[in-house]
């Protein structure tokens, strides 16, 4: 009987450990048009704070290191990193985007490491939304060249 009683308080914990690594840190990806150009949003589900990122020359590969600031939203430590994929569009080229909240991915406090590989070249900028659980990236528009964010050409 307290083999049995043993072996099942050992399953409800696993369980319960398996499903917090399983929880999603992204909520949602969108994409919107803005003017010309377009937007993709990644949601979280929880507040984060933007501490650096690093594009390739092309716009391929982007890496994105962010700090979140409510632990417990984005389900604490996973033992594999969340993927995603995004098929694309005609001015937003397909891409996957893979979540780390390893603690070795930065040495900043429960660091949130996201990291795009896009299919082709693009032209975009990175930041924090006004909300504090999203990442925009703001596409160039191709007629002028511009971050559509910025009004700056690129």
Known sequence: MLRLLSAALTAMSLTAVWQQALAEVIDDITVERL??????????????HYLRQ???GDGRVASVYLQA??????GGPPAIDEVKHWPGSEAVPPFTV?????P?????????CIF?????????RIRLGEDGRSLWLDFASEEEGRSPSSGKKR
Do not use: H, I, K, W
Not at 116 to 124: G, L, N
């Open 104 to 112: 070795g991915c930065d040495p900043a406090p429960n660091p949130v």
């Open 35 to 48: 003017d010309s150009a377009m937007r993709v949003r990644v949601r979280f589900t929880g507040r984060v």
């Open 69 to 74: 600031l409510d632990r417990v939203a984005l």
């Open 116 to 124: 795009f590989r896009f299919e082709r070249a693009a032209r975009y």
């Open 98 to 102: 893979r979540v780390r909240l390893d």
């Open 54 to 56: 690093a594009v390739s």
